[in-house]
């Protein structure tokens, strides 16, 4: 197994959502790899925990990479995280994105939860990427 393929995959992500158009219009260009200090946009996108486990073979090194990108929003209701939610999961879901540092096999949806946090509104998605150290 190898973990050295976790900052290019956390990469290319970001960079897939800072670079997506509908997930600028919805969040204004709130995607955050970690939250800044001071006041927060009212509706933005953060990558949040991961987890990994081998996924190595006889002749591979690999790793599958369980990650969550979290949409919060200070908005009444959950229309518009909602929104932005499933842009996030559309750009990502089977994504082929290109990693500084080994080969991304395959990205998929995994599971999503809503609820409230401190008066915030919260949609925690949750995505498997299978990444190949080549």
């Known amino acids: 197994m190898s973990y050295?393929?976790?900052?290019?995959?956390?990469?290319?992500?970001?960079?897939?959502?800072?670079?997506?158009?509908?997930?600028?219009?919805?969040?204004?260009g709130a995607v955050h790899d970690a939250l800044p200090p001071g006041p927060m946009a009212p509706l933005y996108v953060v990558l949040g925990p991961e987890r990994v486990r081998d996924a190595s073979d006889k002749t591979h090194a690999g790793a599958v990479h369980d990650f969550s990108v979290t949409v919060v929003s200070?908005?009444?209701?959950?229309?518009?995280?909602?929104?932005?939610a499933a842009a996030v999961s559309d750009r990502l879901s089977g994504a082929d994105l290109a990693l500084s540092r080994g080969r991304l096999v395959s990205l998929r949806f995994l599971r999503a939860r809503a609820g409230r946090r401190d008066g915030a509104r919260e949609i925690e998605l949750w995505f498997r990427a299978l990444v190949d150290a080549e």
């Open 4 to 28: 050295g393929m976790s900052a290019a995959l956390q990469a290319a992500v970001f960079s897939a959502l800072s670079d997506d158009v509908a997930i600028h219009a919805l969040s204004g």
């Open 74 to 84: 200070q908005g009444a209701g959950f229309g518009a995280a909602k929104a932005l």
